[in-house]
């Protein structure tokens, strides 16, 4: 990554989000505060402060950085979606989790030919 972050791990969301995919070239992943939310899988970076004021200052509306409650009570910062209506987001919580959404959309993707 160019921001210079470095995955360390999976974690799992209290479940108080739903996932949304905003339509974006490619879309954009992020969660919004729900009473009847889901658990999710999402992915802890570590990255320096510079790189998170980058990263922070990069992200367009409707998405901002918070804080996300974690299942084991912790907290993270996370991309939410702070319109919760942001026209034409799809809500994605079924699907658990970011990566096995774009897994959907590839196995789902019209043949060209």
């Given at each position: 990554m160019r921001?210079?972050?470095?995955?360390?791990?999976?974690?799992?969301?209290?479940?108080?989000?739903?996932?949304?995919a905003l339509p974006a070239s490619p879309p954009e992943p992020?969660?919004?505060?729900?009473?009847?939310?889901?658990?999710?899988?999402?992915e802890r970076w570590t990255i320096s402060p510079a790189g998170l004021?980058?990263?922070?200052?990069?992200?367009?509306?409707?998405?901002?950085m918070a804080e996300i409650e974690l299942a084991d009570g912790s907290?993270?910062?996370?991309?939410?979606?702070?319109?919760?209506?942001?026209?034409?987001a799809r809500d994605i919580t079924e699907f658990g989790d970011w990566r096995?959404?774009?897994r959907y959309l590839t196995a789902t993707r019209p043949m060209s030919g």
């Open positions: 921001l210079g972050a470095r995955f360390r791990d999976q974690v799992l969301t209290a479940e108080r989000y739903r996932m949304v992020a969660i919004i505060p729900a009473a009847a939310g889901a658990a999710l899988t999402g004021s980058s990263f922070r200052s990069g992200l367009a509306a409707p998405l901002a907290t993270a910062m996370g991309v939410h979606c702070i319109e919760p209506t942001a026209p034409d096995a959404y774009l």
